[in-house]
């Protein structure tokens, strides 16, 4: 059974950080492309960042440039999102997602293995 698992949201003052972990069970993890995706009130879903299967190609939205780190670690099947300098507008429920070989972002959004999202508040 497919599955993965976001942990590390939560609520966190404006200029401080988070780190997200998504774990995966149920999958040949080495072999995904690895997304998180964000979902603001009102909003819709949007690109945060992707990693590729061999973590050496990386996407970031122009939103999270400088501020967002992803990562992963096949040794133990999880992928990060480090997120420093935290603002009111990184406010939204955080999704994992993963898509088989090294699709880019836009395939993980629309063909990948999601997870349920934790959220993250940043208060204004």
């Known amino acids: 059974q497919v599955q993965l698992v976001e942990s590390g949201g939560g609520l966190v003052q404006p200029g401080g950080s988070l780190r997200l972990s998504c774990a995966a069970s149920?999958?040949?993890?080495?072999?995904?492309?690895i997304g998180w995706f964000r979902q603001a009130p009102g909003k819709e879903r949007e690109g945060v960042s992707c990693?590729?299967?061999?973590?050496?190609?990386?996407y970031y939205a122009d939103s999270v440039k400088g501020r967002f780190t992803i990562s992963r670690d096949n040794s133990v099947n999880t992928a990060y999102l480090q997120m420093n300098s935290l603002k009111p507008d990184d406010t939204a429920v955080y999704y994992c997602?993963?898509?088989?070989?090294?699709?880019?972002?836009?395939?993980?959004?629309?063909?990948?293995?999601w997870g349920q999202g934790p959220l993250v508040t940043v208060p204004s």
């Open positions: 997602a993963a898509h088989l070989g090294s699709s880019g972002c836009v395939a993980v959004y629309e063909n990948g293995y």
């Open positions: 149920g999958f040949d993890f080495d072999y995904y492309t």
């Open positions: 990693v590729s299967t061999s973590d050496d190609n990386t």
